[in-house]
């Protein structure tokens, strides 16, 4: 929800410039003489980047760790059409949009857009994805929706965050970064085999950063954290046919909330309001300032089978999350109606999945089958306090439960296996059940089903370059909100069907990968938040199926091997965005939030031995005239050991 905003059409523009420089001994030029294979799993299956038609970024374990990147809020800065705000009263809860598409408000009864999945387990919530994860190996964003292999909530794209598997040898790596603000990370991580056939790793990471904005009163400053994530993994190997993994994950985070300021006003305001002009480095509050902190885990139980007809696996998965947020916004009464707010969240979820992946011994078709069932239950329990009127609002203390099951298909065929041609085709069926208690108002249910097709065709024109057409569509679940006047007043699902013509090529022996996408996209019942007019209580909301849109845009990824330790990666994203229609409202007078018309990421990296390095980053966004900027240093050093058992 919350995709769109009513107030006056402006460009935006964002930028982002990523330059890194290791520090230490140079590797031997022939381990980087060409650009590595990335092997990805966005299509239920490990394969080749340039050989799966979907514009993707991969992420390995090496970049997230030069660039910092510990949790999913991390990674909007460095991709492209992908977008990042924290939710305003709680920096643990990260809104992410593709394309123009995302959602903005994490309630129990309501979903997100752009499909969050570790290991392949849904995250249903966005609330804790701001905290870290321990012994990341990649991470994937896929760009447009994925309706097919990943269903429901994914019609602005999904993340796939995949982490590292116990290996057969014993190994050990400890890790240090610094930077200004008091920022420390540390990350722990020990391999180790228990015999032939069983293997365990275990992994802890520590994410420290003093507040942004000193607070000259009582509490910690403004934009503080303390993070720390752990994993246990343990894999027993039976046989050749059999494997099984299991892995707990453990989140927690004490964090205070963002300060708020406006830098800029429109002509009628200009001059009225004593604003602050620059951004302020210290502030004070008339009440202590209260921390926030969040807690997940998890359980997942993976077996994956190797018979006759291909890979069977059974994906397992019991996930608890437990948030409470606190927002006061009383320092600067110019940002928001609100003066602070709480808010707390539990949720706890049951996923089961069921994956056949195989091919036809003639080697002409592929398929990925599968079942899928899930289940959660969550309790939010909200005060607001209104600042001009010095008035608590009426709490919000809500039940849902939320169920949903699947079956989908993905078939690609070839009319040989030598075929330079391929066309796939896949399709999913949805049902949701949702059922919410408002101890103030009442109960309401609502079921929902979708149909979600899929086809691709694509040409492979040489070994190393490849062109594809695709039709997807996406779907989000309807559902209820929380802080609508009428809670007791369900919004139906919203729909995205995309079309995208891309490319996939290396040059120059493979030293310079140029990949790219242009597409176009329909944007149907589209759910919108309206701030219902005359009513007393401000913070209340009422969303309908009341918006349609259209999104273009295009999407290059330049990845070049300029010599044998020196490599450029570059990245570009456009948006065109524009909301056709709004029932009941002049469409002129909204937007869509957070799709900025330009995004650029450029990155350069001299390759060293990873004992010592050191990065400088630069970012900026613009737009809607207000400008922003930030610069930073980082530094770190790596101790690791491997041998044999």
Same mark, same amino acid.
């Given at each position: 929800?919350?995709?769109? %905003?009513?107030?006056?059409?402006?460009?935006?523009?964002?930028? +982002?410039? =990523?330059?890194?420089?290791?520090?230490?001994?140079?590797?031997?030029?022939?381990?980087?003489?060409?650009?590595?294979?990335?092997?990805?799993?966005?299509?239920?299956?490990?394969?080749?980047?340039?050989?799966?038609?979907?514009?993707?970024?991969?992420?390995?374990?090496?970049?997230?760790?030069?660039?910092?990147?510990?949790?999913?809020?991390?990674?909007?800065?460095?991709?492209?059409?992908? %977008?990042?705000?924290?939710?305003?009263?709680?920096?643990?809860?990260?809104? @992410?949009?593709?394309?123009? =598409?995302?959602?903005?408000?994490?309630?129990? +009864?309501?979903?997100?857009? =752009?499909?969050?999945?570790?290991?392949?387990?849904?995250?249903?919530?966005?609330?804790?994805?701001?905290?870290?994860?321990?012994?990341?190996?990649?991470?994937?964003?896929?760009?447009?929706?994925?309706?097919?292999?990943?269903?429901?909530?994914?019609?602005?794209?999904?993340?796939?965050?995949?982490?590292?598997?116990?290996?057969?040898? @014993?190994?050990?790596?400890?890790?240090?970064?610094?930077?200004?603000?008091?920022?420390?990370?540390?990350?722990?991580?020990?391999?180790?085999?228990?015999?032939?056939?069983?293997?365990?790793?275990?992994?802890?990471?520590?994410?420290?950063?003093?507040?942004?904005?000193?607070?000259?009163?009582?509490?910690?400053?403004?934009?503080?954290?303390?993070?720390?994530?752990?994993?246990?993994?343990?894999?027993? #190997?039976?046989?050749?046919?059999?494997?099984?993994?299991? $892995?707990?994950?453990?989140?927690?985070?004490?964090?205070?909330?963002?300060?708020?300021? @406006? @830098?800029?006003?429109?002509?009628?305001?200009?001059?009225?309001?004593?604003?602050?002009?620059?951004?302020?480095?210290?502030?004070?509050?008339?009440?202590?300032?209260?921390?926030?902190?969040?807690?997940?885990?998890?359980?997942?139980? #993976?077996?994956?089978?190797?018979?006759?007809?291909?890979?069977?696996?059974?994906?397992?998965?019991?996930?608890?999350?437990?948030?409470?947020?606190?927002?006061?916004?009383?320092?600067?009464?110019?940002?928001?109606?609100?003066?602070?707010?709480?808010?707390?969240?539990? &949720?706890?979820?049951?996923?089961?999945?069921? &994956?056949?992946?195989?091919?036809?011994?003639?080697?002409?078709?592929?398929?990925?089958?599968?079942?899928?069932?899930?289940?959660?239950?969550?309790?939010?329990?909200?005060?607001?306090?209104?600042?001009?009127?010095?008035?608590?609002?009426?709490?919000?203390?809500?039940?849902?439960?939320?169920?949903?099951?699947?079956?989908?298909?993905?078939?690609?065929?070839?009319?040989?296996?030598?075929?330079?041609?391929?066309?796939?085709?896949?399709?999913?069926?949805?049902?949701?059940?949702?059922?919410?208690?408002?101890?103030?108002?009442?109960?309401? !249910?609502?079921?929902?089903?979708?149909? #979600?097709?899929?086809?691709?065709?694509?040409?492979?024109?040489?070994?190393?370059?490849?062109?594809?057409?695709?039709?997807?569509?996406?779907?989000?679940?309807?559902?209820?909100?929380?802080?609508?006047?009428?809670?007791?007043?369900?919004?139906?699902?919203?729909?995205?069907?995309?079309?995208?013509?891309? *490319?996939?090529?290396?040059?120059?022996?493979?030293?310079?990968?140029?990949?790219?996408?242009?597409?176009?996209?329909?944007?149907?019942?589209?759910?919108?938040?309206?701030?219902?007019?005359?009513?007393?209580?401000?913070?209340?909301?009422?969303? $309908?199926?009341?918006?349609?849109?259209?999104?273009?845009?295009?999407?290059?990824?330049? !990845?070049?091997?300029?010599?044998?330790?020196?490599?450029?990666?570059?990245?570009?994203?456009?948006?065109?965005?524009?909301?056709?229609?709004?029932?009941?409202?002049?469409?002129? *007078?909204?937007?869509?939030?957070?799709?900025?018309?330009?995004?650029?990421?450029?990155?350069?990296? &001299?390759?060293?031995?990873?004992?010592?390095?050191?990065?400088?980053?630069?970012?900026?966004?613009?737009?809607?005239?207000?400008?922003?900027?930030?610069?930073?240093?980082?530094?770190?050093?790596?101790?690791?050991?491997?041998?044999?058992?």
């Amino acid at each position: 929800m919350r995709v769109a %905003s009513r107030h006056t059409p402006s460009p935006l523009l964002s930028q +982002t410039l =990523v330059a890194a420089l290791t520090l230490g001994t140079a590797l031997p030029g022939s381990a980087q003489n060409v650009l590595e294979e990335v092997i990805v799993t966005a299509q239920k299956k490990a394969e080749n980047l340039q050989e799966t038609p979907i514009s993707l970024v991969s992420m390995s374990a090496e970049t997230l760790r030069r660039l910092g990147i510990g949790s999913v809020g991390d990674i909007a800065y460095h991709v492209p059409n992908l %977008s990042m705000t924290p939710f305003p009263n709680s920096p643990n809860a990260p809104r @992410l949009f593709i394309r123009g =598409v995302g959602s903005g408000d994490p309630q129990v +009864t309501t979903d997100t857009s =752009v499909g969050v999945y570790m290991d392949g387990v849904y995250l249903a919530r966005s609330i804790g994805l701001g905290l870290e994860v321990a012994d990341i190996e990649r991470i994937e964003v896929l760009r447009g929706p994925q309706g097919t292999l990943y269903g429901r909530n994914t019609t602005g794209g999904a993340v796939n965050i995949v982490t590292v598997r116990p290996e057969s040898e @014993l190994s050990f790596s400890q890790a240090f970064s610094a930077g200004e603000l008091g920022i420390f990370k540390s990350r722990s991580m020990l391999n180790l085999p228990l015999g032939e056939t069983l293997a365990l790793r275990a992994a802890y990471v520590i994410n420290e950063r003093d507040g942004m904005v000193e607070n000259t009163g009582q509490g910690d400053d403004f934009g503080s954290h303390d993070k720390e994530g752990g994993r246990l993994d343990l894999r027993w #190997t039976l046989g050749e046919a059999l494997t099984l993994d299991y $892995a707990y994950d453990y989140s927690d985070g004490t964090f205070t909330s963002h300060y708020y300021q @406006l @830098l800029d006003t429109n002509a009628f305001f200009d001059g009225v309001l004593p604003i602050p002009r620059s951004r302020q480095e210290r502030a004070a509050l008339p009440t202590p300032f209260l921390s926030g902190d969040a807690t997940t885990r998890g359980h997942t139980l #993976t077996l994956t089978l190797n018979t006759p007809w291909g890979e069977l696996r059974s994906i397992t998965a019991d996930r608890r999350l437990d948030d409470s947020a606190y927002q006061d916004y009383s320092a600067n009464p110019f940002v928001s109606v609100i003066q602070n707010a709480v808010a707390e969240t539990d &949720q706890e979820q049951f996923s089961q999945e069921l &994956q056949l992946v195989g091919s036809n011994q003639a080697g002409t078709l592929d398929y990925v089958l599968g079942l899928y069932y899930f289940r959660e239950e969550g309790e939010v329990f909200l005060v607001d306090r209104i600042a001009l009127a010095n008035l608590t609002l009426p709490a919000v203390d809500v039940s849902a439960e939320n169920t949903a099951t699947a079956g989908f298909a993905q078939l690609t065929w070839r009319p040989g296996a030598d075929s330079p041609w391929e066309a796939t085709l896949g399709a999913r069926y949805t049902e949701d059940e949702r059922e919410a208690v408002n101890r103030s108002i009442g109960a309401v !249910d609502e079921r929902f089903s979708e149909f #979600t097709p899929s086809a691709v065709l694509r040409y492979q024109l040489n070994p190393r370059a490849s062109l594809y057409g695709k039709v997807v569509t996406g779907y989000k679940s309807g559902g209820f909100n929380i802080r609508a006047a009428d809670f007791t007043q369900p919004f139906d699902p919203e729909t995205l069907t995309s079309w995208e013509l891309g *490319f996939k090529s290396e040059w120059l022996q493979q030293r310079l990968r140029v990949n790219g996408a242009a597409f176009y996209a329909d944007y149907e019942d589209m759910q919108l938040d309206i701030v219902v007019p005359d009513q007393p209580n401000p913070a209340l909301t009422q969303t $309908a199926n009341a918006g349609k849109a259209s999104i273009a845009g295009l999407e290059l990824d330049l !990845d070049a091997l300029l010599t044998d330790q020196l490599r450029l990666s570059v990245s570009l994203g456009l948006l065109d965005a524009e909301i056709d229609r709004v029932e009941g409202d002049d469409e002129r *007078f909204w937007v869509i939030q957070n799709a900025p018309e330009q995004q650029l990421s450029v990155g350069g990296l &001299q390759s060293y031995r990873p004992t010592a390095w050191a990065m400088r980053a630069w970012r900026s966004r613009g737009g809607t005239g207000l400008a922003a900027g930030s610069s930073r240093w980082r530094c770190g050093c790596a101790i690791s050991s491997t041998g044999s058992t």
